[in-house]
């Protein structure tokens, strides 16, 4: 072997240790359970909850946490194509969807963590805060409602669009006098100085909004929707969907294909443990465990100082 041929042979040995260098730190693993960075895709119809529950992860644990915000149909292609690795829906996975991870040899964490519900709103102005559920399904369907103007989504691949079109059988984005904008924030604006038009959020929204929108929830109602086959009318609160009697409520799940012990399984555990069933307590939203409550019994009585 001559001089030349050795100091290619030397070169090219030491670009495959560079290659192989570089690939194995592209692969390190960077978090933990409890510890490290991680990305989590989040259906932008849920946000303000997976915010709360950011924060008080971080406090008290190493570990941060970056929420992408996007729509349900975004999230799914970004599963797929391997960008996401962390999700947050409003919905699980279909068997059809679980068959491509299958085929990938992937098998995600699926947790369940708590209920939320689709909310109708309607400008203030707007005295009627009662809308039948078939109303909406026959304006949908191209029929007249005089009650109703428009219908109005965050996102025309959003979960709040395919939670209607599931529901109707048809494509909602679509049909005539039905508009789509892109976040939940943009519908509540716009309802909020439009008469007669029906936004169609994530109900945590409304009761957690961030503060510069607070000025536009004030100037919204939020619609009782009566089910195709009752006669009563219900809000989207806790005890309504909690009951069943809501006939919009929708379970959240965080999905989880890291395929290690990370941060994605460390955050499932606190969303469904007790201090993250608490925060979804408070919010408005329905755990998926009712936190315990402790009571302490005292057996004699304390009188206070003056």
């Avoid at 409520?249 to 201090?275: D, K, P, T």
């Amino acid at each position: 072997m001559n001089k030349l041929t050795k100091t290619l042979v030397g070169f090219f040995l030491l670009t495959l240790l560079f290659v192989f260098s570089c690939q194995e730190k592209s692969n390190k693993v960077t978090d933990t359970i409890l510890e490290g960075k991680a990305t989590i895709y989040v259906d932008e119809s849920i946000l303000p909850i997976i915010e709360d529950e950011q924060a008080v992860f971080e406090t008290e644990y190493k570990a941060k946490l970056h929420l992408v915000p996007k729509s349900e149909n975004e999230i799914i292609n970004d599963l797929f194509n391997d960008t996401a690795r962390i999700v947050i829906l409003a919905r699980n996975l279909s068997a059809k969807e679980l068959k491509v991870f299958q085929t990938k040899k992937v098998n995600p964490r699926i947790t369940p963590f708590a209920t939320d519900a689709v909310a109708f709103i309607k400008n203030k102005n707007d005295n009627d805060t009662l809308v039948a559920l078939q109303d909406v399904i026959d304006f949908v369907n191209g029929k007249t409602v005089p009650a109703i103007k428009g219908l109005v989504f965050d996102n025309p691949n959003s979960s709040t669009a395919s939670y209607l079109s599931s529901l109707t059988g048809i494509t909602v984005a679509n049909q005539k006098n039905v508009f789509s904008l892109k976040t939940n924030e943009e519908v509540i604006k716009y309802v909020s100085e439009n008469n007669g038009m029906v936004g169609v959020i994530g109900m945590n929204w409304i009761f957690q909004p961030p503060l510069e929108l607070q000025q536009f929830v004030d100037k919204v109602n939020v619609l009782a929707v009566k089910d195709k086959k009752k006669s009563q009318y219900f809000f989207p609160t806790q005890d309504d969907i909690a009951s069943g009697n809501y006939p919009l409520a929708r379970h959240l799940y965080v999905i989880n294909c890291q395929g290690y012990s990370g941060l994605g399984m460390g955050f499932a555990s606190f969303l469904g443990g007790e201090r993250g069933q608490r925060i979804i307590l408070k919010s408005g939203l329905v755990p998926e465990h009712t936190p315990s409550r402790n009571i302490r019994i005292r057996n004699t009585i304390t009188k206070d100082k003056n």
